[in-house]
């Protein structure tokens, strides 16, 4: 039985310093803004007539 407390020990302690660092990443970090370009080609838009 020491072996499986030991086991569960160490997943809830990996699992502790994983959510620590998406914490961490979510509350520190600012994502930078910038703009993107999608280019739609012009067939797409306007379809040739048939």
């Known amino acids: ?3 499986l407390f030991r086991f569960l020990y160490w997943c ?3 699992a502790g ?3 620590a660092i998406l914490f961490a990443l979510a509350y520190f970090v600012e994502p ?3 703009d993107a370009t999608i280019e739609i080609p012009s067939e797409r838009t306007n379809p ?3």
């Open 32 to 34: 930078k803004p910038r």
């Open 48 to 50: 040739p007539p048939q």
């Open 17 to 19: 310093v994983v959510y």
């Open 1 to 3: 039985m020491p072996t």
């Open 12 to 14: 809830a302690l990996i």
